[in-house]
């Protein structure tokens, strides 16, 4: 089984600052992990995904996130936040058992202060 | 680039009355998944179907709830008799194949039961 925790449901950062959002996952099995971005009564834009060719993911709108097996983490991060920033961020996890069904984190709502 | 589409994206119906919320897959994926988001709360899998049958199912997935790929394109989701705490945006996602592949998510319909 598999499962997300995501450490802060609230962020808050200055503009030009950087962004830290924390995810911790567990699975029995090799993981896939994926951040989403949800803006206001809009879906689920994929951010980036880890699906174990490299630990260091590059993603969208200059987000990246480093998968660290040691540490069971998959934490975002982007080096200076803009005010287009300001969403939820969901941390999920899926895995070959159990038919790559996607298990979401809480979420946690990014603040950017001009 | 090819996209998962849902309909309605607004749904306002009275508890107890039958609801049915459409997804048109992307043509070649053969995965198909429904999730809700509560409003405020994190995304949660609901089933996930392959090959005109359920392959898993959560707890909430309950007799109330039933999917189908009526026509060999849509994929729905149909709730017999609403409750109020059905009220919730329904994603459907679909995969295409192979380890990893990522879930391309609908924009969701927003389901209202007064």
């Known amino acids: 089984a598999q499962s997300v925790t995501q450490l802060g449901s609230h962020v808050s950062v200055s503009e030009g600052a950087l962004v830290l959002l924390r995810c911790n996952y567990s699975s029995s099995v090799p993981p896939y992990l994926f951040w989403y971005v949800q803006y206001p009564n809009q879906g689920l834009q994929l951010l980036l995904k880890y699906t174990s060719a490299a630990t260091l993911v590059k993603g969208i709108n200059g987000f990246e996130a480093e998968f660290k097996k040691s540490e069971t983490s998959f934490h975002l991060t982007k080096p200076s936040a803009h005010m287009s920033d300001a969403a939820e961020y969901f941390c999920a996890v899926s895995a070959n058992t159990g038919g790559f069904k996607t298990i979401f984190g809480a979420g946690t709502r990014l603040f950017v202060k001009a | 680039e090819p996209e998962v589409t849902q309909t309605p994206s607004h749904q306002v119906t009275q508890m107890g009355q039958e609801v049915i919320l459409r997804c048109v897959p992307i043509?070649?994926?053969?995965?198909f998944y429904w999730y809700r988001q509560i409003l405020g709360q994190k995304v949660e899998f609901l089933v996930s179907?392959?090959?005109?049958?359920?392959?898993?199912k959560s707890e909430i997935f309950d007799d109330q709830f039933s999917v189908e790929r009526p026509d060999g394109s849509n994929f729905t989701l149909k709730i017999r008799s609403t409750k109020l705490e059905d009220s919730a945006m329904y994603f459907c996602?679909?995969?295409?194949?192979?380890?990893?592949?990522?879930?391309?998510f609908g924009p969701g319909t927003r389901l209202l039961v007064l």
């Open positions: 179907f392959y090959n005109n049958e359920i392959s898993e």
């Open positions: 996602a679909t995969r295409r194949d192979g380890a990893g592949e990522t879930q391309y």
């Open positions: 043509s070649n994926h053969l995965y």
